[in-house]
Every structure is written in C-alpha cells, then in structure tokens.
C-alpha cells in the first residue's frame, strides 16, 4: 500500500476510532489524546502494515495497546 492510499484509510477510521477510545475511557479528552497517540503510532509504523493484514483491526489493535499501556503505567505509579 503506498503512502496517500495509507492515511486516506486512516483518515476514513477516525470516527470509529474516537467511538472506541470513548468506549475504553469514558472521556471525551482522554478519546482525544488517545486517539492523537494511536494515529501518530500508526504513522510511525507504516512501514511495518502489510497489505494483506486486516487494516482496521491492525488499527485497532494499536490503539487497544496504547490504552492498555497507559492504565498499566497509572497502576504502577498509584
């Protein structure tokens, strides 16, 4: 997949996206940042997507870890 074809999957995945970081955090503004955090990531890794791979769910799995991460780092730090 090139680059523009890409974020324009990307781009089409943000509502759904923000439906599921509400989902997870009950937060508007923490759906925001963990949104921002799993669109920055998924750029960041581009190069690691292969075309075959379901793209939404490679997605979501970014942003299931991040969440993840995040309320483990919140734990350990309480």
């Known amino acids: 997949m090139n680059t523009p074809q890409f974020h324009e999957r990307l781009l089409d995945l943000q509502m759904n996206l923000l439906n599921f970081a509400y989902m997870l955090t009950s937060d508007r503004e923490e759906a925001q940042d963990l949104l921002q955090d799993t669109t920055l990531k998924a750029l960041d890794n581009e190069d690691k997507y292969i075309d075959n ?4 769910g490679w997605v979501f799995t970014i942003m299931r870890n991040i969440f993840i991460n995040n309320y483990r780092r919140i734990v350990r730090n309480q």
């Open 53 to 56: 791979v379901n793209f939404k």
